[in-house]
């Protein structure tokens, strides 16, 4: 019994000492446990914040890009209504300082547009804010300078005047040539609503002097057979007269020979007739459209001296006639020019053209026949063309008008009307 209660006893011993063993494990382990749940509630809590300072994070970075652009988008419609405020300030002060009633005096004198004089008004504003000294030389100047046509701005032709949208109106305007040369000439704005430039009239000064002083599109050294050609004024780069006088003398400037043209215009206007009244007096208007300039080197010198020459004597009757263009009527018509030619010669000419270089029955060069054309077998040229050259054969032939005034009782059908004799003719470019 003391053996087995000893044997029990250390069993039992045993099995307090295991059990004493078991506990001291199950205490570290409840120890180890609650170590483990420690850290793994600490590691859950710093995770869930994390977690949260995270969409911290995000919420306020949206947040703040949303108030920037908030704040940008202000800005800009902010800056956008005060800038339309101060244009529209700045309009309202620029009607208050622009005097309209001066921008429509100087659009008369000066044919600048309206747009145009306002720009110029609204510097010369601006000078006067900044303190910059202005004047009435600087308003002229200014003026001077914006006006195409001016001497300070001369333009390459009357059509150029057109084409920079001035509020152009017919009048001297200074213009300068392909060779730099500057003149003051006539411009007509008015009867096909772009720029036709004078370059020259051919006028008739005394019908019964023959090639004599003051004929210069024909002779002013006479009916000479010395001097057969007569004094090439069709030809060469004399210049003469001026565009003021162009109704009471001969009139010929640079642009007649060094500008280029495609077209040409007649005007037909009584003689001594003042510049203003160019316009409203030419009783006679027709031009070419077809362009035939431009095969001719672009001017009437360039016709005459390279393809067309005057000579006497040198050509075949009407063969060797120059070429005829066919004319738009502006002021007149066919029915009209061939009123005011004799009858006879009714009969030897089509209205309706304008002839260069006719040839007539004394082998005499007559350089234009204005408004018609000669029918082919005709001959009798020197009453319906001008700008003859020398005939020693047939002196009474000689001259700017020839014998358009034919009074010999005989030939009294060839005569023209009074009108055709004591008025210029107009030659214009465009």
């Not at 902010?78 to 005096?105: G, K, P, T, V």
């Not at 280029?260 to 003042?274: E, G, H, L, R, S």
Request: overall charge negative; glycine content about 8%.
């Amino acid at each position: 019994m003391d053996s087995l209660y000893n044997n029990e006893h250390i069993y039992m011993g045993d099995s307090e000492v295991t059990f004493g063993r078991d506990a001291a494990q199950a205490e570290k382990s409840r120890s180890y446990s609650k170590q483990i749940s420690k850290t793994t509630f600490t590691q859950n809590g710093e995770g869930a914040i994390s977690k949260m300072n995270g969409k911290l994070r995000i919420i306020f970075s949206v947040t703040v890009v949303f108030f920037i652009v908030t704040l940008a988008v202000f800005g800009v419609q902010f800056y956008w209504i005060s800038r339309q405020l101060n244009i529209q300030n700045m309009e309202r002060a620029d009607q208050q300082s622009i005097n309209f009633e001066l921008i429509e005096e100087l659009k008369n004198m000066t044919r600048l547009s309206e747009k145009n004089l306002i720009n110029m008004m609204r510097e010369l504003n601006d000078a006067s804010r900044n303190e910059t000294r202005t004047s009435t030389d600087n308003l002229i100047g200014m003026i001077n300078n914006m006006t195409v046509g001016s001497i300070e701005h001369p333009a390459s032709s009357c059509n150029e005047i057109t084409e920079v949208g001035q509020n152009v109106g017919n009048g001297l305007y200074y213009l300068r040539d392909m060779e730099g040369n500057v003149f003051q000439t006539y411009c007509d704005f008015n009867t096909t609503g772009d720029g036709w430039t004078l370059v020259a009239s051919v006028h008739e000064n005394n019908m019964k002097g023959r090639c004599t002083a003051g004929d210069r599109w024909s002779s002013e050294q006479g009916s000479n057979a010395n001097h057969p050609d007569g004094d090439g004024f069709w030809e060469n780069r004399a210049t003469y007269g001026s565009a003021t006088s162009a109704a009471s003398d001969d009139y010929k400037n640079s642009g007649y020979f060094a500008m280029k043209a495609t077209d040409i215009m007649i005007w037909q206007v009584p003689n001594d007739t003042p510049l203003v009244n160019f316009d409203s007096r030419a009783f006679l208007k027709y031009r070419t459209s077809n362009g035939f300039m431009t095969r001719f080197g672009g001017n009437l010198a360039s016709l005459f001296s390279l393809h067309y020459n005057l000579k006497s004597k040198k050509y075949r009757v009407d063969l060797d006639n120059g070429p005829y263009v066919p004319i738009t009527w502006e002021v007149g018509s066919n029915e009209f020019l061939m009123s005011l030619y004799g009858t006879s010669i009714q009969g030897e000419v089509d209205a309706g053209y304008i002839q260069f270089r006719a040839i007539n029955n004394q082998q005499d060069a007559f350089a234009m026949c204005p408004g018609v054309k000669i029918k082919p077998g005709k001959v009798n040229v020197e009453h319906a063309c001008i700008g003859s050259t020398s005939n020693a054969l047939a002196p009474i032939h000689c001259g700017d008008y020839a014998w358009r005034d034919i009074d010999d009782p005989r030939y009294i059908s060839y005569q023209l009307n009074q009108r055709l004799i004591d008025s210029v003719v107009m030659i214009f470019y465009r």
